[in-house]
């Protein structure tokens, strides 16, 4: 689901990656991170999470709180 939503992001002229860093793993701290910015955000944006899908899920509401209706 993740592949999709960056790529819907895109088509709304967004750009967006989500990453994750093996040296917060090893820390135990959020290892995920989504980052977005461009198109119709105002200002850039970014979520971090424990998981993947902890991640996205701050990432999608954040994403609608500025206004982009993500349909997944």
Avoid: K, Y
Wanted: hydrophobic fraction near 45%.
């Amino acid at each position: 689901m993740t592949l999709l939503i960056l790529e819907w992001l895109g088509e709304q002229g967004v750009n967006a990656m989500i990453r994750m860093d093996a040296e917060r793993l090893a820390d135990n701290a959020p290892a995920w991170t989504f980052a977005a910015s461009g198109g119709p955000l105002e200002h850039g944006m970014r979520a971090d999470g424990r998981t993947v899908q902890q991640c996205m899920s701050v990432a999608l509401a954040r994403l609608r709180d500025s206004g982009l209706s993500v349909p997944f």
